[in-house]
């Protein structure tokens, strides 16, 4: 695939980007390249390859280490509500914003 100048020219459009004629000389070969390399990519069969969850899995099987779910700290709702400004059924009540 090879763009042409008016493909760069749509581009740069659609990225609301204004270039000038030798910043789109510049950009043609290096686009060009990007798209080839993009091209290569696809044509690589990957039907039978399942897709990692996490790029360590190639490597072996990944047990991650999670704790277990258990509270640490014990509920001080009171205490922390203390200073609040206007409480209803143990939630903060705060200013409507929008009407």
Known sequence: MSLSTADIDRL??????GLGPDERTRLRPQLNDFFGIVEKMRAVDTSNIVPLAHPVEIMGDVALRLRDDIAS??????????????????????PRVIE
């Open 12 to 17: 740069a459009h659609l990225a609301r980007l």
């Open 73 to 94: 700290e014990p509920n001080q709702r009171e205490v922390n509500q203390r200073n609040a400004p206007a409480l209803e059924n143990g939630l903060f009540l705060v």
